[in-house]
């Protein structure tokens, strides 16, 4: 996966995915956890005015490239090999969250949420963009169905079938702005996704 990640994805990145990473990342403040962060296609788009940045990455090729990308861009980032079901950080440790095309692979969305929820301070921001079902009904739909088995197989448990933005908001998030739009020059059953903004409620308001 690490070989050809960059490769595979650059046609979606020049299309889109990187103007939609650049007006996610470029409002962020304070202190941010990236989880995910594979070879590091969101490093060069945050801004350079954070407290602190860290990033986890649990697969050692994608990490070596991840490094490799921090010390040429000269960020000062800390990279850990965590998974994001069992994140090192005291509760409400973070001003945000970023997951870009993560929450397909994870085992249980559920758990995955939960433990992201944990370590963002109330009011934080979970910024995400993640490829997803297609409509219900759709014949991409039925395609993707079909395809997942084998996909999950060979492209790391990447799941086609999930409904990660409706996760999300499962999960206790607020959905401050979600987007749903097509990734060009993705594959065919990659191309649906979804992203955006969810909050963590302040404690007042805060569901489990
Ligand atoms: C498709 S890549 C996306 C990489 C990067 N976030 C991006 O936007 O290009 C999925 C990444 O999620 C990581 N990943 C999969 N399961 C994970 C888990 N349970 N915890 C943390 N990272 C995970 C993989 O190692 C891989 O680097």
Redesign the pocket.
Known sequence: ??QI?DRF?QRSEEQC?RAW?EALLRPLEGSVL?????????LALYPATLERLVL????GA?RRKLERRARELGRDVRVLD????RLPFEAASFDALV????L????RQDE?LAEMKRVLKPGGRLVF?EHVAAEPGARRRAWQGRLEPFWRRIA???HLTRETAEAIGAAGFVLDSCTRESMRKALPFLRPSVRGVARKPSSANAAP
């Not at 990236?34 to 969101?42: I, P, Y």
């Not at 997951?99 to 993560?102: E, H, K, R």
């Open positions: 996966m690490a990640y994805m995915l990473r990236e989880v995910g962060a594979g070879t590091g296609a969101n986890t990455e649990p697969d994608m965590a998974p994001i079901e997951s870009t095309l993560v397909c692979s994870v085992r995955a963009i790391g448990n990447c």
